[in-house]
Nanobody, 115 residues
Framework: QVQLVESGGGLVQPGGSLRLSCAASGSISSIYNMGWYRQGQGKQRELVAAITSGNIRNYADSVKGRFTISRGNTKNTVYVQMNSLKPEDTAVYYC?????????WGQGTQVTVSS
């Protein structure tokens, strides 16, 4: 059984920063791509940032220059550093990972950007 556990969400003022973490555990064979998605209220889930096992990064246009995705040394963790946060970044953020032949999702962590 594979689990993805996210942490680091919360309430932050506009212009502030947060760092989200996601750790994969369980029967892990090969972890390929990992990434972060978000879903705002009444909106579809969208890709925020992704990183391959070779550290190739991909970002949504709306977060380029503000968010940075990285993987931990053990390769079963993924982080996203979010700077210059805006109210429109408010959403539930989900970790996603391709492990072996399957894709897995975390339970989500709420990020609220508000004054």
């Amino acid at each position: 059984q594979v689990q993805l556990v996210e942490s680091g969400g919360g309430l932050v003022q506009p212009g502030g920063s947060l760092r989200l973490s996601c750790a994969a555990s369980g029967s892990i064979s090969s972890i390929y791509n990992m990434g972060w998605y978000r879903q705002g209220q009444g909106k579809q889930r969208e890709l925020v940032a992704a990183i391959t096992s070779g550290n190739i990064r991909n970002y949504a246009d709306s977060v380029k220059g503000r968010f940075t995705i990285s993987r931990g040394n053990t390769k079963n963790t993924v982080y996203v550093q979010m700077n210059s946060l805006k109210p429109e970044d408010t959403a539930v953020y989900y970790c996603n990972a391709r492990i072996g032949s399957y894709y897995y999702w975390g339970q989500g962590t709420q990020v609220t950007v508000s004054s």
